[in-house]
């Protein structure tokens, strides 16, 4: 840069004149925002953008300069003509929130958007008050914050600031934020002044909220379930109504089951709110509960199930703010002769809480009510979680209602323990400040076990336009719709079948279970002209292809013909995250061999526990039946791979 440091408007000589300055703005972070300087003078005129510290703007050499926003930085442009003579634009700041977009239209024109509203507060006299308005403008935005209606002279930045509360600070604060374009008000708070002994406790906040959903119903040799998959379904529903960020998967071998724990724990940090669900089968066994995989043998043994109070632990090693665990399962106790593995406890952190669908050497049942299928724990619990009660409040409230239910009268009671020792509720809001750089690397973690491939239309050569597009059932069970948009001059009778590379298993293939997933996907009004379901994603190792068969009759020939088209949609949902490795010991190996089959593998003459009752309602147990009278020549558990179960396995 030649000469001093520039200052703004300065003119050597008056035969360049800037007629348009560029303004500052105020972006969201990767925001894509052009600066535009406009001047008149003599011949042509050449332009230089530079940055804070004299640094040139690499390819500012227009009067227009577009950036993607990363940092808050400034800009001023220099404007020299072929005669020598040179003029600076007024230097701008281009300001980068890192704070939440996702409301930001997408049409957005540079109007005021508040994206942080002031909080209220009660603060103690003689403290520190801060308010905070942040939003986003084009060009940058003016503030100005009011008291009980009274403007605050000199208060015009984001940031409303008190060092020492008085009682004259308390009352309504609220906001104006405008630009050339708009002006918008804040919503208003109240701010409270009180003395030290009339201070209330800070209502709880999680930085961020996550959840694991596991469904078990289609074993390999154990009775098959019916309730898990719409049990899973409908709270993960609920969950994300609360703000979490949800994984639900079903049908799981132990080592996919422990895949699926281990990364849900990798999400976890300090602040979150952490939540497991299961669904299926279980035990207990000297107090430690345990989950059956669909791949687990008969017998079973701890080796071939989950630990739950293991992925409690591996919860609280991560310093959660909530950890809580639902188990919609039995707790028979299985094996009692064998000598129990020991679980080292960590000390008190607190904030853990376990949900049991029933008490101890107790069962727990599905039922079928009105078509569908339920565990009757979940069914109550899907009723009240959306309250905004206490975590074990709620749980109360569900086991209040599965005592009053007549099915289970006498069989089934709810147990709760926990450690709270703050009012926890999974209503609490999610405050993320200080938390953005954690939160945006799970978000990315999450988006990429969720994203659903892009819709797709195709012409056929014989001008009938078919579209495929996807639904996301579960995070492992991708649905493909495909339907004719319009037909060509020459066909009739169009059908369009869907086929997948490589073939994918669907558990939902029996008529009664194929009618339960029917109605979660469409409406009356839907009439989609083919779905296909693929299931079990987590097992994907290369790129999945749908194949568009498209049949028609041709109106000249009355001929049968076909016409076919390929759609590669990648590894879509959890099949992105890759599949689950481990790292097998030499005894593992030699226990693979007799112990894994593949669910692939299910023979279709395998018994069915349940029959759809029409108007009945008939609970069913959900406890794995192990063969008791086959001699079991083991007397210890496997300590080694009980043990560190969530240390040596599993990473996507």
Known sequence: ???????????????????????SVCVPVSYTVTLRVRAEGKGDLSYQWFSEHEKEVCGGTQADLTIKAQNTALYVCRVNDHFGNWVFSDWVKVKVLDIDKSALPVDWQGEPHIAINPKPQTVQIGTKVTLRCAAFGIPALHYQWYRNGQLLRDKTSDTLQFDQATFEHGGSYLCSISNVLEERWSEPVDVDIVQTDHLPPAAPTA????????????????????????????????????SFRVVSLLDLTREEMMAAIDKFIQLLDRGV????????????????????????????????????????????????????????????????????????????????????????????????????????????????ILQSEKVTHVLEKVSEDLGRDPLVTGKQAVEIKHTLKEPRSLVDPVRTTGHTREVHLRDASWRQANELPRKKRWMFLCGVEVEVCFSALFSNV?????????????TEDCTVILSSIPPMEDIFSRSDRSEEMDSLLFNKSDNPGCTLRLCGLQKLKESMVIKVDLYYTHTNSKLRQTESQLLDIGKPLVASCGAPRRNHTAKDKKQEGAFAQSLDNISSSKAVLHQTLAGARRPFTRKAVCAAKIPITWSNEPEENDENELQDILQY
């Open 1 to 23: 840069m030649t000469g001093s440091r520039p200052k703004p408007c300065q003119i050597m000589i008056r035969k360049i004149v800037i007629v348009r300055h560029p303004v």
């Open 207 to 242: 930085t961020d909220k996550i959840a694991l959903l596991i469904g078990n119903l289609n074993y390999s040799h154990h009775p098959g379930l019916m309730a898990p998959v719409m049990d899973v379904h409908e709270l993960a529903n609920h969950l994300q109504q609360l």
């Open 478 to 490: 991708l649905v493909a719709f495909a339907t004719v948009k319009t037909t060509g001059p020459q």
């Open 273 to 384: 709110y952490g939540l497991f669900y299961y669904a299926g089968h279980g035990y207990e066994h000297a107090g430690k509960n345990y989950l059956v995989a669909v791949d687990a043998p008969q017998p079973y043994r701890t080796e071939n199930c989950v630990c739950v109070q293991r992925v409690m632990r591996s919860m609280q090693e991560r310093q959660t703010a909530l950890s809580v665990i639902l188990l919609d399962t039995c707790r028979k106790w299985y094996n009692q002769d064998c000598i129990p593995s020991v679980i080292t406890p960590l000390g008190p952190s607190g904030n853990t809480v376990y949900g049991y669908a029933t008490c101890e050497d107790a069962e727990a049942y599905e039922v079928q009510d009105g078509g569908k299928s339920t565990g009757i724990f979940t069914k109550y619990l899907n009723k009240h």
